[in-house]
């Protein structure tokens, strides 16, 4: 009777033929979480100042709009009122718009900086986990050919 194959030795010898090197995927998570963190820190920079200059922006309505809803004695004096608070209400907008405008200008020269640095220091360490599968692929085929 034929004797059968132990797969398990097989498999287990070919997975010893290909070195992982645990530690390079070590470093690239530590490098992804460290990466998400300094992103998430300028989207919450960001979200923070938008807030304050929504908050700003509110309080400046409102104080303007209490000048709206003040009694008037003449009819032409509701008008004027609304005129008058459309008119700072637009400038205010203009003012507020450019804030938010400089938070998102903000935002992308942050992101463009990390995603860079990120990218430089991705290339090294591609370049260095090549190398390094490169050499161990080597020895593993010279000592898989010596046998």
Do not use: C, R
Request: charged residues 30%; without cysteine; aromatic residues 4%.
């Amino acid at each position: 009777m034929a004797k059968t194959q132990d797969f398990n030795a097989v498999m287990k010898d070919i997975m010893g033929a290909f070195p992982v090197d645990t530690k390079a995927m070590e470093d690239a998570f530590k490098n992804q979480a460290a990466l998400s963190e300094k992103l998430s820190g300028v989207a919450l920079e960001a979200a923070e100042k938008s807030a304050e200059i929504s908050g700003t922006w509110a309080k400046t309505t409102l104080a303007k709009l209490t000048e709206v809803t003040k009694a008037k004695t003449e009819p032409a004096d509701y008008a004027k009122a609304m005129t008058d608070f459309a008119s700072a209400n637009a400038e205010v907008a203009a003012e507020h718009m450019a804030a938010f405008a400089e938070v998102a200008k903000k935002v992308q020269v942050d992101t463009v900086e990390l995603l860079m640095a990120a990218g430089k220091d991705l290339q090294e360490d591609a370049t260095a986990v090549v190398k390094k599968a490169t050499d161990d692929m080597t020895a593993a085929a010279k000592k898989a050919t010596a046998k």
